[in-house]
């Protein structure tokens, strides 16, 4: 499973961006899907999953109520609404053939390489 991360860029706090996951080479349904961000100088962060058949959506404390996460047969999305500069990182989407999702790095599968977010007025 090969996955690209795509609609990042710059943006303003307050204004909203949707990340899109597109994976090729396999079947996205037979995996989860989970998002990751890593700030400057900070750990990697689990901040959203979503399980095989859409039925479980996780969201970390950092970004509950703000991001939604959804998915089609071959794509996964993470609507960010009301950016704040603290929301600056490198987005990565993984997969795991796990049924459950889950928010922990080592139990990916298959990664993308990222697309950059930074929020600055």
């Known amino acids: 499973l090969q996955l690209v991360e795509s609609g990042g860029g710059l943006v303003q706090p307050g204004e909203s961006l949707r990340l899109s996951c597109a994976a090729s080479?396999?079947?996205?349904?037979?995996?989860?899907v989970s998002w990751f961000r890593r700030a400057p100088g900070k750990e990697r962060e689990g901040i959203s999953c979503?399980?095989?058949?859409?039925?479980i959506k996780k969201y970390s404390d950092s970004v509950k109520g703000r991001l939604t996460i959804s998915r089609d047969s071959t794509n996964s999305y993470l609507q960010m609404n009301s950016v704040d500069p603290e929301d600056t990182a490198i987005y990565y989407c993984?997969?795991?053939?796990?049924?459950?999702?889950?928010?922990?790095?080592?139990?990916?599968?298959?990664w993308g390489r990222g697309t950059q977010v930074a929020v600055f007025s």
């Open positions: 080479g396999a079947t996205l349904s037979d995996y989860s």
């Open positions: 993984g997969a795991s053939l796990d049924w459950r999702c889950e928010l922990q790095p080592a139990l990916m599968d298959s």
């Open positions: 979503i399980s095989r058949n859409g039925a």
